[in-house]
């Protein structure tokens, strides 16, 4: 991967994107306390630099008009100079009523794009959310699912396109973009050769003491600490466990019913075969 433009560093929510952006921001600020309150890296959600960079209130706008608009934000937000080259998002990869996607490949270097295990997924939901198992699956099925339309979440970001976990999954890794597709199992089962991975894709050099003491920073445990201690203004008021909750694999088979698995799996098979999410 070469060029100026974006890393979208993107995830159906709940699949690692906060783990991600921890380890990211404290490999560029090497040496420093890293505060979970105050990473580096923004999400394409934020609504006061999307007003900065369209020039306009972006809540007076309608829904389509403002996925009319967000090609051309993003493709400025690409253009500043020594701006943030790593934006989260949780949104899918899609198109506006326009035609146009709505992350422009010209104003892109790449995704970074983090997958987990749909049915681990829909166990952090319910706590996130402080939902039902059976709602967060509801969720987690639905091709009309979006965040920020009607929450608190609302004054600080726009909405954002989710869909269901297929979707979005084939949304980001057939998007035509240069991609570092990570499963969330491997960052906890291969920490150092997985985000070994993500600075190289990042351009940045690779630097192992470095590397490592970032991972160190951003182990599971010390966030989860980190959260208990101070706490996390990205937990949702609603949510039932911490933001950090247990950070492990195969938590599902504790707490899903087999109809509740049925239901999941039968709702997305083939993107579970296709990242090795069987049985």
Excluded at 31 to 59: H, M
Excluded at 100 to 117: C, H, K, N, Q, T
Excluded at 170 to 194: F, I, K, N
Aim: with cysteine; proline share 5%.
């Amino acid at each position: 991967m070469s060029g100026d433009g974006i890393v979208w560093i993107a995830s159906y929510p709940k699949s690692g994107n906060t783990w991600l952006l921890s380890f990211l921001t404290a490999y560029l600020n090497a040496g420093k306390e890293l505060d979970i309150d105050e990473l580096d890296i923004p999400i394409s959600s934020g609504r006061p630099i999307l007003d900065e960079y369209l020039g306009v209130n972006t809540a007076d706008l309608s829904l389509e008009e403002l996925r009319n608009l967000l090609p051309s934000a993003y493709s400025t937000w690409a253009e500043i100079p020594h701006g943030a080259r790593y934006v989260k998002t949780h949104e899918s990869f899609a198109s506006n009523s326009d035609g146009e996607p709505i992350f422009p490949p010209s104003a892109s270097r790449g995704v970074v794009y983090l997958v987990r295990d749909p049915r681990d997924v829909a166990v952090s939901l319910m706590h996130h959310n402080g939902t039902s198992l059976d709602s967060a699956i509801r969720r987690l099925n639905s091709t009309e699912a979006w965040l920020g339309i009607g929450g608190p979440e609302q004054i600080d970001q726009i909405p954002q396109y989710v869909s269901d976990w297929s979707t979005h999954v084939r949304s980001w890794t057939d998007a035509p973009l240069g991609r570092l597709v990570l499963r969330y199992e491997d960052m906890l089962s291969s920490p150092e050769e997985c985000f070994a991975s993500v600075v190289r894709f990042c351009g940045m050099e690779l630097v192992r003491n470095r590397l490592l003491e970032a991972i160190e920073a951003t182990r599971f445990a010390r966030l989860k600490a980190r959260e208990l201690e101070f706490g996390f203004r990205a937990r949702p008021a609603a949510a039932t466990a911490g933001f950090f909750r247990q950070g492990r694999a195969g938590a599902w088979r504790e707490i899903l019913s087999a109809a509740q698995v049925r239901e999941i799996v039968g709702a997305h098979a083939a993107m579970m075969q296709r990242f090795g999410y069987e049985g």
